[in-house]
C-alpha cells in the first residue's frame, strides 16, 4: 500500500505560477512511476505528467514547457513545477504512483492522493 498527500494548490492569476507537491509514504519503493493527473467537473481524470524510476520525464502536449515534474528519492516528494499558468488548467490536480513496476502508462492501476484544487483566473 502507498499513501499520497497532496499540497499547494491554490488560486493565481493566469501567467502565474504554483508548485504542488506529493508526499508519498508506505511501500515506496522507487521501481514505480508517478504521475500527475487532473480532473475538472463531470470528467475523468488526465494524465498531466509522468516520471519513471530512473527519473526520465514526460508532459501531455498541453503543457508540455509550461508543466514540469520531479521527484525527491530520499524524501520520498513528488513535485509539479506549474508556470504560465492558464485557466484551462484550472482543475483537482491529484498525484498518482503505479502498483506495479513497469512501463508507464497513464491507464494502468494506481494509488491515488485525494487531490487539491487549482484555480486559474483570467
Known amino acids: 500500500q502507498v499513501q499520497l498527500q497532496e499540497s499547494g494548490g491554490g488560486s493565481v492569476q493566469a501567467g502565474g505560477s504554483l508548485r504542488l507537491s506529493c508526499s508519498a509514504s508506505?511501500?515506496?519503493?522507487?521501481?514505480?512511476?508517478m504521475y500527475w493527473f487532473r480532473q475538472t467537473p463531470g470528467k475523468d481524470p488526465e494524465g498531466v505528467a509522468a516520471i519513471d524510476p530512473a527519473g526520465r520525464t514526460g508532459t501531455v502536449p498541453s503543457v508540455q514547457g509550461r508543466f514540469t515534474i520531479s521527484k525527491d528519492t530520499n524524501d520520498n516528494i513528488l513535485y509539479l513545477q506549474m508556470t504560465s499558468l492558464k485557466p484551462e488548467d484550472t482543475g483537482m490536480y491529484f498525484c498518482?504512483?503505479?502498483?506495479?513496476?513497469?512501463?508507464?502508462?497513464?491507464?494502468?492501476?494506481?494509488?491515488w492522493g485525494q487531490g487539491t484544487q487549482v484555480t486559474v483566473s483570467s
Open positions: 508506505g511501500d515506496t519503493s522507487s521501481n514505480k512511476c
Open positions: 498518482a504512483a503505479d502498483r506495479d513496476s513497469g512501463v508507464c502508462y497513464y491507464s494502468t492501476s494506481k494509488y
